[in-house]
Structure formats: structure tokens, C-alpha cells
């Protein structure tokens, strides 16, 4: 497998995956690194992912979904409301 997120340090680095399994909820991959430990990673981030929808149509050009980020942008609201109560307190 290949490391494909295009921020991680080691992107392009091939490494052999040693198992895939959902842990913690989410499809990862298991591999061995240098010093012989194993690691874990998440299979979006690995050539192992095989592109959603949304990641084939926007031909990889963005990482956000509009549904997430309205999702974000309530959350954040909501938060500053919080906060604006409690100091108004």
C-alpha cells in the first residue's frame, strides 16, 4: 500500500499492510514501521481506499463536504452561543 493523504510526512512511502479491520469505528489498516512496531492508519489515507462519490467527482480538489462543513459551521455557532450566555452570566 502506498500512503496517499497529501499532508502526511511520509506520503508516497510504500509500506505492506499487515491487516485492515474497523477499530475505534473506522476502516484501518495495520502495518509495520521501521523499528518492527505495529501501527495503525486510517485506510483513507492508504492507495487501500477506494474513492467515494463525492472523492471521484471532485477528482480529489477537495477534503471538506459541504454537508460537513454546514454541520461544522452550526456547531461553531452554537459554541459562540454557549460561550456569549455564559459571559453574559
Given amino acids: ?8 510526512p511520509k506520503r508516497g512511502e510504500q509500506l505492506e499492510a499487515a491487516t485492515r479491520k474497523k477499530t475505534w469505528g473506522e476502516d484501518r489498516v495495520m502495518y509495520y514501521d521501521e523499528q518492527g512496531q505495529l ?4 485506510t483513507s489515507w492508504t492507495s487501500l481506499h477506494e474513492l467515494d462519490s463525492f472523492m471521484a467527482t471532485s477528482r480529489r480538489r477537495s477534503w471538506f463536504r459541504v454537508d460537513d462543513l454546514l454541520r461544522l459551521s452550526a456547531l461553531i455557532s452554537r ?4 460561550r456569549d450566555n ?3 452570566s
Fill in 39 to 42: 501501527r495503525t492508519m486510517l
Fill in 79 to 82: 459554541i459562540r452561543s454557549d
Fill in 86 to 88: 455564559e459571559s453574559a
Fill in 1 to 8: 500500500m502506498e500512503i496517499t493523504h497529501p499532508f502526511h
